[in-house]
């Protein structure tokens, strides 16, 4: 103690440093230990996993008929959206080329006759989008597709009539891959001998597109947009839509060669001074035309047989 006494700074400074160092030394052995042990739940981890992959999954019934009443409950859910989305497509019917020519001129005429009643202008020679069987005959494999086709589009015009737009400027559709695929014809003077073709795989979902064009009011427009999403005998998809202004500029607030308005006449009691009328009021929103330009998409679903699943 003495020592202590004569030298208070020196024996200060070697107690710090003492107690310095067993703190260090608690707190490497501390760390030490937590890291061990969580070397060692790593490697339980690592090995549990190593034997998970390595083994064998022991059946559980629980887990077993768990799975079943999930599979169960998706099949029953995909089979009310395949019911549901099979409803909404106009049936395929067997049709002969003839038959479809036949179907095309009646349509055309009927969708003339609406038009004239709801003086609705429609362009020159028009053929609903089908102006290359007017005079000519499809093949057969495409003639009932293209019967279905042309219900599709004829329930579309005849809604943009309804509509009372002004005027439908144009309509051309997409040809069908059936139209387009060449008929196998055998060379004169050979016979071939007749094998059963190969069935052509169709796509679970495919689409044809047209090309509208029409004019008419805002209100026109919204009426064909609405009905046109919410169909229910087709599925049909608006892929774009382009809608311009007929009048690219805006109301002029003065009069006509620039001259300011006149001003308003006094009036008594509500009524204009003897002699003299209001102004004419000129409404300048709402009234607007519009070009549209749309393309729809006509869905078809084709789901294989539930045998085959």
């Known amino acids: 103690m003495s020592w202590f006494r004569q030298n208070r700074f020196l024996g200060t400074l070697l107690g710090a440093l003492a107690l310095a160092t067993f703190f260090s030394l608690w707190f490497f052995f501390h760390e030490k230990s937590a890291a061990d042990a969580a070397q060692a739940r790593l490697e339980e981890t690592l090995n549990e996993l190593m034997r998970l992959r390595q083994s064998t999954p022991f059946p559980n019934y629980e887990n077993l008929r768990k799975m079943r009443a999930q599979a169960s409950s998706y099949r029953a859910s995909l089979l009310a959206l395949e019911n549901e989305l099979t409803g909404r497509m106009f049936p395929r019917v067997a049709l002969q080329p003839n038959e479809f ?56 015009v005849n809604t943009v009539i309804d509509a009372h737009v002004d005027a439908i400027a144009k309509l051309t559709r997409m040809p069908l891959p059936e139209e387009t695929r ?23 979902v495919d689409a044809a597109a047209i090309d509208l064009g029409f004019s008419g009011s805002p209100a026109a427009l919204r009426r064909v947009v609405n009905q046109i999403a919410a169909a229910k005998d087709q599925f049909y998809i608006i892929r774009t839509l382009l809608v311009k202004n007929q009048v690219d500029k805006g109301p002029k607030r003065s009069g006509a060669e620039g001259a300011p308005l006149p001003p308003q006449t006094p009036t008594v009691a509500g009524l204009a001074v003897a002699g003299k009328k209001e102004p004419a009021i000129t409404f300048i929103v709402g009234t607007e035309h519009l070009d549209v330009a749309t393309q729809i998409e006509i869905v078809r679903f084709s789901f294989p047989p539930k045998e085959a699943r």
Not at 134 to 141: D, G, I, K, V
């Open 101 to 156: 020519q036949a179907q095309l001129r009646l349509a055309v005429n009927d969708v003339a006759d609406h038009a004239a009643t709801a003086k609705v202008q429609l362009p020159g020679n028009f053929y609903l989008g089908f102006d290359e069987y007017a005079t000519s005959l499809p093949n057969s494999e495409a003639a009932p597709r293209l019967g279905r086709q042309l219900r599709a589009i004829e329930w579309v």
């Open 182 to 204: 060449p008929a196998a014809t055998p060379p004169p003077g050979r016979v071939v001998r007749q094998t059963k073709a190969a069935p052509v795989k169709e796509k679970i």
